[in-house]
């Protein structure tokens, strides 16, 4: 895994998780398999408290509160505990709770959440200032990053994508369970291709036990999400290619990494 083993062992894989959730249930315990003996640090960067929003999230708003922050930032660290990787947080607001300023939600229902299909990456929204130097601050330079590729169209997810890509070390990226599971294989090239960053894909094999232990772990958000357990199983190992010899983790990088 060429990206993986770029700077020798100095540096740490670094993992950019949207929300508390996504990289896990996308990547699982692939994670320690692509960073080849690197050291993994899971940077969860939408996991802030949102005191504002939350307290605005009553009655037909209530659906932004799809658990308390606390509960899923303690869900975040035990799938960690359980991969056997660090996890940090940088505590920004979750969309669905962020204002405008004026203290209004800056997202007026869950549709606008996710941007159409037909947007432009290149439009998708940017980090601001501080968010850019908050996760600079957290990397070092040998660091090796591996972030979403805004499947779906999350704002967060997007918005994490764009981060990523703003940064100075190397970048490589996952597909975003569960939206990735819409797509079909042509559908995902399509989608990679309209980022114009030439990326390839790389797999290896890993631990299904591992991964799923792990995912599990946000029980607060299988139920939410899928309304069983069996159901999440089910969709999480249709994504991790589960077969006799275990899971299969998937990221995409350039080739010149």
Not at 137 to 147: G, T
Request: glycine fraction near 8%; hydrophobic fraction near 45%.
């Amino acid at each position: 895994m060429g990206p993986i083993t770029r700077n020798g062992l100095e540096g740490r894989l670094v993992v950019l998780s949207a929300h508390p959730d996504d990289a896990v249930w996308s990547l699982g315990s692939g994670m320690t398999g692509l960073a080849r003996g690197r050291d993994v640090l899971l940077l969860t960067l939408f996991d802030g408290d949102a005191t504002a929003g939350s307290t605005l999230a009553v009655g037909d708003a209530r659906w932004r509160r799809f658990a308390s922050p606390p509960l899923r930032r303690e869900e975040d660290i035990r799938a960690a505990m359980s991969l056997g990787i660090e996890r940090a947080g940088a505590g920004f607001d979750d969309a669905a709770l962020r204002l405008d300023g004026r203290d209004r939600f800056a997202h007026a229902d869950i549709n606008a959440l996710f941007l159409p299909a037909r947007v432009d990456p290149a439009l998708w929204p940017e980090p601001d200032a501080m968010q850019l130097a908050t996760v600079r601050a957290m990397l070092r330079p040998a660091d090796i990053v591996c972030a979403p590729l805004g499947i779906g169209g999350h704002v967060d997810h997007c918005l994490t994508h764009r981060l990523a890509r703003q940064l100075d070390n190397p970048v490589c990226f996952y597909a975003d369970f569960p939206y990735v599971g819409q797509l079909d294989e042509q559908a995902l090239a399509s989608h990679v291709e309209r980022l114009g960053l030439g990326l390839v894909s790389h797999s290896c094999q890993c631990s299904w036990d591992r991964w799923l232990k792990a995912a599990l772990m946000y029980r607060s958000q299988v139920m939410m999400l899928f309304a069983s357990q069996a159901r999440f199983v089910g969709a999480l190992a249709a994504h991790a290619q589960v077969s006799q010899t275990g899971a299969c983790c998937r990221i995409w990088s350039s080739r010149s990494m």
